[in-house]
């Protein structure tokens, strides 16, 4: 399979603890875009990277959120400081034509 | 900036009928548009797009969308739907390869 892959698929973390989501986008793909997608809602924005330059971050991306793309290939996504808000589906995508996502790491935090 | 208007939350159908699944955008620049499929617990599959070119694209399962610039809109079509159908279908949006613009999504319901 050469499609979007995230890990894990997903996670259960205690209220303060911080939590990191890993995306091997498609190989050949060099930006790479991160979503969170909360119940009954489109998936929103988070953050994108053309190779290992982080481009562009939106609001929702407080402080406690970081993101990295090393060397340009896979990604992390890190959430330090978890609260019940972050429960969400984090989605990961590749371009270039057309976002191709990943099946998603669905976060509880309780 | 850009936006995406999905008006119907729930589209209900019977098996076999013909659904429409109306999607509106607001946009200064020219954008590219797309339609995604969800089902539960599942990421997002791309159905179809638009980038440029002929207005009427079609995906490999039968569902076809037109882009009609004067009105802004990039309806989900599709004559004859299955059971298998049943998921949510998300329209977007964006300037360039750049971020995606989900609308909140509509829930394609098909019963027998």
């Known amino acids: 399979d050469t499609g979007v892959s995230q890990d894990p698929r997903h996670k259960i973390t205690k209220r303060g603890q911080n939590v990191t989501f890993r995306c091997d986008p498609i190989s050949e793909h060099n930006r790479l875009y991160w979503y969170r997608q909360t119940l009954g809602q489109g998936p929103e924005f988070l953050t994108y990277?053309?190779?290992?330059?982080?481009?562009?971050k939106s609001r929702l991306l407080s402080d406690r959120f970081s993101a990295e793309r090393p060397k340009g290939s896979f990604s992390t996504l890190e959430i330090q400081r978890t609260e019940q808000g972050d429960s969400a589906m984090y989605l990961c995508?590749?371009?270039?034509?057309?976002?191709?996502f990943g099946q998603g790491t669905r976060l509880t935090v309780v | 900036a850009q936006s995406v208007t999905q008006l119907d939350s729930q589209v209900p159908v019977f098996e076999e009928a013909p659904v429409e699944l109306r999607c509106n955008y607001s946009?200064?620049?020219?954008?590219?548009l797309f339609w995604y499929v969800q089902y539960p617990n599942q990421g997002l599959q791309l159905l179809l797009k638009?980038?440029?070119?002929?207005?009427l694209v079609e995906s490999i399962n039968g569902f076809e969308a037109e882009f009609n610039k004067s009105q802004t809109s990039f309806h989900l079509r599709k004559p004859s739907v299955h059971i298998s159908d049943t998921a949510e279908y998300f329209c977007?949006?964006?300037?360039?390869?750049?971020?995606?613009?989900f609308g909140t999504g509509t829930r394609l319901l098909v019963s027998p």
């Open positions: 946009s200064s620049v020219s954008v590219y």
């Open positions: 995508a590749s371009s270039p034509e057309g976002a191709f």
């Open positions: 638009y980038l440029s070119g002929s207005t």
């Open positions: 990277f053309q190779n290992e330059a982080q481009l562009e």
């Open positions: 977007a949006v964006s300037a360039g390869f750049q971020k995606l613009v």
